[in-house]
């Protein structure tokens, strides 16, 4: 009798040893099939721009440019370079303490006493056009160069037409 029970006893625990071996949860099943990607990914926003902001990056974009060109012969500033202008000016009403020179250029055809007064005039006319916009008269200096100081060497137009202009530089 004791095999008997004994048999019994058996069955029994291989039938509970089956029925717990088989048994499974989820959570076993995704650790077995594909490894989840538990880290965070956060995306930081800069916060949004003032439109004093971008202006002020437009405008510095826009000062980079220190050459205003002039046709032959002429002292007249288009209305291309106004704009150029109008971003310095800006720049400087905001910046008291700051000094711009404003060197005249020619190219090398004139006797050198007229390419100093074109040169002079080119100088003057784009002060002009700084005052005008608010800039005050001490912080803008003019000098004439005339032909003495070409960008661009040569005896074409395409290094005349680079010689022919008035340049900007900051001091302090």
């Given at each position: ?60 974009a ?42 005249g ?48 060497m ?5 290094a ?13």
């Amino acid at each position: 009798m004791s095999f008997v029970k004994l048999g019994k006893g058996l069955v029994i625990l291989a039938s509970a040893t089956f029925l717990f071996a088989c048994a499974s949860t989820d959570d076993a099943e995704s650790v077995d099939s594909t490894p989840v990607d538990t880290t965070v990914t956060e995306t930081v926003t800069p916060p949004a721009k003032t439109p004093e902001q971008l202006a002020e990056e437009a405008n510095t974009a826009t000062r980079a440019a220190r050459t205003i060109y002039f046709a032959l012969d002429d002292d007249t500033v288009t209305a291309d370079s106004r704009a150029l202008l109008e971003a310095h000016a800006w720049y400087l009403t905001q910046n008291s303490n700051t000094v711009i020179t404003v060197d005249g250029h020619c190219d090398e055809r004139g006797t050198p006493a007229y390419n100093l007064a074109l040169g002079e005039r080119r100088a003057k006319a784009i002060a002009q056009i700084l005052m005008l916009n608010g800039v005050s008269a001490s912080q803008i200096k003019t000098v004439s160069h005339g032909e003495e100081m070409p960008a661009a060497m040569g005896h074409d137009e395409s290094a005349w037409s680079k010689n022919r202009r008035g340049e900007l530089s900051y001091e302090g």
